[in-house]
T-cell receptor, first 114, second 113 residues
Framework: DADVTQTPRNRITKTGKRIMLECSQT?????MYWYRQDPGLGLRLIYY???????NKGEISDGYSVSRQAQAKFSLSLESAIPNQTALYFC?????????????FGPGTRLTVL | TQLLEQSPQFLSIQEGENLTVYCNSSSVFSSLQWYRQEPGEGPVLLVTVVTGGEVKKLKRLTFQFGDARKDSSLHITAAQPGDTGLYLC?????????????FGKGTKLSVKP
């Protein structure tokens, strides 16, 4: 079984709809991240969480919110989706006690906003 | 602001050729990771290097961390179609930037049979 899972894998929605993307991990890592990936722009950090009570904004948090429901679960919400939020979204985890900053990624969610 | 520049951005080669991808920065990193991403999937970790001058080999892939820990390279020998994908480098700052990774924009490799 995959260590980091994301649901749904694909989603098509309309402008103005509220969308939630979910991430679960079985790695036991304390840190979790949400990124979006756009062609030519690479991976950009949306939000990150060091533990259940520690949530931080990344470089492109506007229009997004997150919830860390448990150490293993981190969800990303688009309160009112807009077309320029069409992208690939990735969740990642990291062991905060590890000596390196290595992150481990989920398989991604392809979101299309019409 | 820390930046990682990857080059080339695109690379299309024939099976059997060798290639090198570069990852450069003016900043020092405590670690450097390389990931490979296939279409529709998430990045998969290939290697982490942490020591200046370190060389790691993974079958036909050779990774090197620069002596000053500001740059890295990935060399693939005798490329195969299965090597096709997006290669990403990412730098860690040992607590700087709250331990978040700085990603390069990637090198898209296509290996034709």
């Amino acid at each position: 079984d995959a260590d980091v899972t994301q649901t749904p894998r694909n989603r098509i929605t309309k402008t103005g709809k509220r969308i939630m993307l979910e991430c679960s991990q079985t790695k036991g890592h304390d840190r979790m991240y949400w990124y979006r990936q756009d062609p030519g722009l690479g991976l950009r950090l949306i939000y990150y969480s060091f533990d259940v009570k520690d949530i931080n904004k990344g470089e492109i948090s506007d229009g997004y919110s997150v919830s860390r429901q448990a150490q293993a679960k981190f969800s990303l919400s688009l309160e009112s989706a807009i077309p320029n939020q069409t992208a690939l979204y990735f969740c990642a985890t990291r062991d905060g006690t590890a000596s390196t900053d290595t992150q481990y990624f989920g398989p991604g969610t392809r979101l299309t906003v019409l | 602001t820390q930046l990682l520049e990857q080059s080339p951005q695109f690379l299309s080669i024939q099976e059997g050729e060798n290639l090198t991808v570069y990852c450069n920065s003016s900043s020092v990193f405590s670690s450097l990771q390389w990931y490979r991403q296939e279409p529709g999937e998430g990045p998969v970790l290939l290697v982490t290097v942490v020591t200046g001058g370190e060389v790691k080999k993974l079958k036909r892939l050779t990774f090197q961390f620069g002596d000053a820990r500001k740059d890295s390279s990935l060399h693939i020998t005798a490329a195969q179609p299965g090597d096709t994908g997006l290669y990403l480098c990412a730098g860690g700052s040992d607590g700087g930037s709250q331990g978040n990774l700085i990603f390069g924009k990637g090198t898209k490799l296509s290996v034709k049979p």
